[in-house]
Nanobody, 125 residues
Framework: QVQLVESGGGLVQAGGSLRLSCAAS????????MGWFRQAPGKEREFVAR????????YYADSVKGRFTISRDNAKDTVYLQMNSLKPMDTAVYSC??????????????????WGQGTQVTVSS
């Protein structure tokens, strides 16, 4: 089992920045990839970004490309989501996820096995 704990959410003005953290514990050696998803009120959960557990090959949704950066601190088993140039449309509950399977792609909820509790990000205009 893998446990995930997010932190770093909050309220920020449009154009500002936030950094989300996701600390993994438990059987972290079984992780293949980590991802961030978000869910806005009244909308379905959507993919934001993912990175392989090695820290390589980051991949982003078009809506955040160029503004968000996903990375991993190997020494801390922690994955970060640096969010810059935030927009009101980025307001959502952000959740990190871990996959324990070797898959061809990791950009759907189905690909991930473990989920954090989520952290609220609110961007005011």
């Amino acid at each position: 089992q893998v446990q995930l704990v997010e932190s770093g959410g909050g309220l920020v003005q449009a154009g500002g920045s936030l950094r989300l953290s996701c600390a993994a514990s438990g059987r972290t050696s079984s992780i293949y990839a980590m991802g961030w998803f978000r869910q806005a009120p009244g909308k379905e959960r959507e993919f934001v970004a993912r990175v392989y557990w090695s820290g390589g090959n980051p991949y982003y949704a078009d809506s955040v490309k160029g503004r968000f950066t996903i990375s991993r601190d190997n020494a801390k088993d922690t994955v970060y989501l640096q969010m810059n140039s935030l927009k009101p449309m980025d307001t959502a509950v952000y959740s990190c996820a871990a996959s324990g399977r070797a898959l061809y792609s990791y950009y759907t909820e189905w690909a991930f096995d473990y989920w954090g509790q989520g952290t609220q990000v609110t961007v005011s205009s």
